[in-house]
């Protein structure tokens, strides 16, 4: 065979094969995978590209187990197994309260009550539940009783100021009141009696004026100081002053007794038999004094006979009453 004719078959041998070499390598591509259907033979379509997130902070990673602090056994006890609130201590029983001893005293046989002798002296008690006066005010009744604690402390109060205070001039002297009444004439000081169980006794010599005083014991005996139209300024046995309105007075004499117990007797002697004896807060009515005489004629209840003017109160020391 020539050369020519060898050329020619290893031509005709190998354009075969160059003409199928692109489709051999065509296949072998690997950019030929899958297409946008899921079909092979054609490429994905381009897709843009997704927005980058910001990112958080990196957590830390966790520690390995083996690594992490243990809990003391105290605490790891208290985590696995609450705690309980404290229990009551158990309520013990109460001993039961001692008996107390027995006070009572043995019965006494009361002594019966000795009849009194015929000639026995009977006593005379005041009225029960009677009250010579009673305050409309409890400031009223404060200053009528001073607390001895608040004078001391007053008292105490004054001296100590009149060390470091000047004392500031001496106050004038009240004038003298009149010895007789402006609006009757007659001689003041002089004693009468309250007309009333309802008496109320005034600051002032008007109804204006507040009560300080409401008495509740008629035939009280009280002095007249001063007059004002209709109204009296009186002091009753135990000091206090006040007006009230001349109706609720009356011209009866009357004494009260006070201290102690005061005897009233047969006749004005010191020896004279006693008639009755009178308890203090009895009040007795004077039926006559003498001028000169230390002695006055009383009646209290249903006794009578004679008393010493100087035991009670409610007559003037040299006053004569008829």
């Avoid at 002695?295 to 009453?321: L, M």
């Amino acid at each position: 065979m020539t050369r020519s004719g060898r050329a020619w078959h290893v031509d005709a041998v190998t354009r075969p094969l160059r003409a199928a070499l692109p489709a051999l390598l065509l296949l072998a591509s690997p950019a030929f995978g899958q297409s946008s259907l899921g079909q092979a033979g054609s490429l994905p379509p381009p897709r843009a590209a997704a927005p980058v997130a910001p990112t958080a902070a990196p957590t830390p990673p966790a520690a390995p187990e083996a690594a992490r602090p243990r809990p003391p056994a105290a605490a790891k006890a208290a985590e696995a197994k609450p705690e309980k609130a404290p229990e009551k201590a158990a309520a013990r029983p109460a001993a039961p309260p001692e008996k107390p001893a027995d006070r009572r005293a043995a019965p006494v046989a009361e002594k019966p009550a000795e009849k009194p002798p015929a000639h026995a002296t009977p006593t005379v008690q005041p009225k029960p539940g009677s009250t010579a006066a009673k305050p409309a005010t409890p400031a009223a009744a404060a200053r009528r009783k001073p607390a001895p604690a608040a004078a001391a402390a007053t008292a105490a109060g004054v001296a100590a100021g009149a060390a470091a205070v000047a004392l500031p001039a001496p106050v004038p002297a009240a004038p003298p009141r009149p010895s007789l009444g402006p609006a009757t004439g007659l001689p003041l000081p002089r004693f009468a009696a309250l007309g009333s169980n309802q008496v109320n006794l005034r600051i002032g010599p008007d109804l204006r004026y507040k009560i300080e005083w409401t008495y509740q014991r008629k035939d009280l005996p009280v002095q007249i100081v001063e007059e004002h139209e209709n109204w009296r300024r009186i002091r009753d046995p135990e000091g206090t002053e006040g007006w009230v309105q001349r109706p609720l007075l009356t011209s009866r004499r009357s004494f009260l007794v006070q201290g102690e117990e005061r005897v009233l007797r047969s006749r004005p002697e010191p020896e004279a038999a006693p008639v009755a004896r009178l308890k203090p807060g009895v009040i007795g009515t004077i039926r006559r004094c003498e001028a000169e005489s230390a002695w006055c004629e009383a009646r209290v209840g249903d006794y009578r006979g004679w008393i010493r003017r100087s035991e009670v109160w409610g007559v003037a020391p040299d006053e004569a009453v008829n």
